[in-house]
């Protein structure tokens, strides 16, 4: 990549206690900037779970004495990486709830902002109450505090949208000149030959002579997956006679309630439960849509991944998912008003699923929306900060 030239190979400490693929968009990130970086710097990775093998790259496993409760091992792993990373390093970059790193990058929404946001008077000290007398709640909402807290050129703040920056600076309005927006990229395959769908649905044990849907998150309720299955229900078969499946990929806890949602809106055999896919690109490749309509999405990579393989996507619309403040309802996306509303959900599949030429042109606009967005250059703006927050020789 072509990155701002520097005067230093940095040594840097990565901090996010899951880096896989498997473990969602923040971890996604996470190893797509490590790829990107390792390159030019020195990178080393500290992290409790590690499915990850690139070349330059230094790993280390952080133990997890206690995997429950997870506040406790939160505080274990930020005061563990603490240690760890004092000193040796230029920069400590941390994707996780940790005081400490001169870079912090925020993935989702903050804690105090679910907690108290909206929240006046009684209500809200009877709020704060709670935090105080909750070790859980305590512990999240100090650790996060500190991550908004230093001054310009010691602490560097990026939130991965504009909707995350505006409800980080809702309750945090004193890290304004701290913070930045780089929003996530994408490495882009281009659109799929429809021989290697059929190959990658004969791969992935789905069915050959339908139209197929793909649903990817690994929280299902909050991804809006109840929602979709009722629309779906209305989606018998299309006026060409093809019937039209889901394909569901994500942690698999979930799957047992949602088969049985399933089951009970008569859908057995139309829903196609995958569990966690160690590469979702088949996945990509097998389906005609991608469907995401999020109640609560800070950016949502798997969008942006989809418009990569110039799938067409259905997506939730601004007020509850980052990536759609950049797209435009009808070029190159359909944008859900009201995700919870089944209704929408099928009118706008029914809309992308019936019209050829509507759904080709979302898939050629995915296409160029996607090209524009890509790892490199979200890489250069972190080495911008990189340099920008390099630790003074001890």
Same mark, same amino acid.
């Given at each position: ?204 044990? +789905?069915? &050959?002579?339908?139209?197929? *849907?793909?649903? $990817?998150?690994?929280?299902? /309720?909050?991804? #809006?997956?109840?929602? !979709? @299955? ?73 969008? +942006?991944? &989809?418009?990569?393989?110039? *799938?067409?996507? $259905?997506?939730?619309?601004? /007020?509850?998912? #980052?990536?759609?403040? !950049? @797209? ?67």
């Amino acid at each position: 990549m072509n990155a701002p030239a520097g005067p230093r190979r940095l040594r840097v400490a990565v901090l996010n206690r899951v880096f896989a693929t498997t473990g969602g968009g923040a971890e996604s990130y996470s190893m797509a900037l490590v790829e990107q970086l390792a390159a030019r710097h020195e990178l080393h990775v500290f992290a409790q779970e590690i499915q990850h093998d690139w070349p330059g790259v230094t790993y280390h496993r952080v133990t997890r004495p206690l995997a429950k409760p997870r506040w406790l091992n939160q505080l274990w792993y930020a005061f563990s990486t603490w240690r760890a990373t004092r000193s040796g390093y230029d920069v400590v970059h941390s994707h996780e709830n940790t005081w400490h790193g001169a870079v912090q990058t925020i993935h989702v929404k903050p804690v105090r902002h679910n907690l108290l946001m909206g929240r006046h008077g009684a209500r809200r000290a009877m709020r704060w109450l709670k935090i105080a007398l909750s070790p859980r709640l305590l512990t999240y909402v100090l650790l996060e505090a500190a991550r908004f807290r230093g001054t310009a050129g010691q602490r560097q703040v990026v939130v991965t949208s504009t909707n995350l920056q505006a409800e980080a600076l809702a309750v945090y309005p004193a890290a304004r000149p701290l913070m930045s927006v780089i929003t996530p990229g994408v490495r882009s395959p281009g659109p799929q030959p429809l021989a290697g769908r059929a190959e990658a649905r004969s791969a992935l044990g +789905l069915p &050959a002579q339908t139209r197929l *849907l793909l649903f $990817v998150a690994n929280d299902y /309720a909050r991804k #809006g997956l109840g929602p !979709l @299955l009722a629309a779906l229900a209305a989606l018998a078969a299309l006026p060409d006679g093809h019937e039209v499946h889901l394909a569901v990929v994500g942690h698999p806890a979930g799957i047992p309630a949602f088969r049985a949602e399933a089951l009970r809106l008569g859908l057995e055999g139309r829903v196609h439960f995958l569990g966690a896919l160690p590469d979702v690109g088949p996945a990509y490749r097998a389906a005609d849509v991608l469907v995401h309509p999020t109640l609560e999405d800070t950016f949502a990579m798997v969008v +942006l991944e &989809a418009m990569a393989h110039g *799938l067409p996507v $259905v997506v939730s619309g601004p /007020a509850f998912c #980052g990536i759609s403040t !950049l @797209l435009t309802d009808g070029d190159d996306a359909l944008l859900l008003d009201d995700p919870r509303e089944a209704g929408h959900i099928a009118t706008a599949l029914g809309r992308v699923l019936n019209d050829t030429a509507l759904a080709s042109r979302l898939g050629r606009r995915a296409l160029a929306f996607a090209s524009a967005h890509d790892w490199a250059a979200a890489a250069q703006a972190y080495e911008r900060l990189y340099f920008e927050s390099v630790r003074p020789p001890a």
